[in-house]
C-alpha cells in the first residue's frame, strides 16, 4: 500500500518561503507521476505542478509558474514543493498525489494515492 506523507507547511508572512516534503512509503516513487494540489477554504481541490517519473519534465498551472517549483529526490523517495514569494491568498491545505505513469498527470482524477494534505496559512 502507497502512503504518502506531507510536511513542511506551517505559518508565513508574505513574502517568505516554504518548501513542501512528500515522503512515500510502501513503494519506490521512481515510476510514478508526482502532484502537488491545494485546496482553499471553499473550493474545489486544484493542481499546483506536477513531474513525470521518466524524463522529469514539469508543468505549472499559471498562478504559481515562477514562484513554486517542483523536484523530487528518488534516493529519498521524496517529492518537493519550494514555494517562493508567497502570498496571502496562497493560504490553503496542501497535498500530494502519486499514480504510476512514465508522463506528467495533470488532473486530479488521474491520482491514486494522496497524502492528508499540510496546512500553509500566509499571514503576516
Do not use: H
Not at 498551472?61 to 513554486?68: I, N, P, Q, T, V
Not at 523530487?72 to 493560504?91: A, F, G
Amino acid at each position: 500500500q502507497v502512503q504518502l506523507v506531507e510536511s513542511g507547511g506551517g505559518l508565513v508572512q508574505p513574502g517568505g518561503s516554504l518548501r513542501l516534503s512528500c515522503a512515500a512509503s510502501g513503494t519506490n516513487l521512481d515510476t510514478y507521476a508526482i502532484g502537488w494540489f491545494r485546496q482553499a477554504p471553499g473550493k474545489e481541490r486544484e493542481v499546483i505542478s506536477c513531474i513525470s517519473s521518466s524524463d522529469l519534465s514539469t508543468y505549472y498551472a499559471d498562478s504559481w509558474k515562477g514562484r513554486f517549483t517542483i523536484s523530487r529526490d528518488n534516493s529519498k523517495n521524496t517529492v518537493y514543493l519550494q514555494m517562493n514569494s508567497l502570498k496571502p491568498e496562497d493560504t490553503a491545505v496542501y497535498y500530494c498525489a502519486a499514480s504510476q505513469s512514465l508522463f506528467e498527470l495533470r488532473t486530479r482524477g488521474e491520482y491514486v494515492y494522496w497524502g492528508q494534505g499540510t496546512q500553509v496559512t500566509v499571514s503576516s
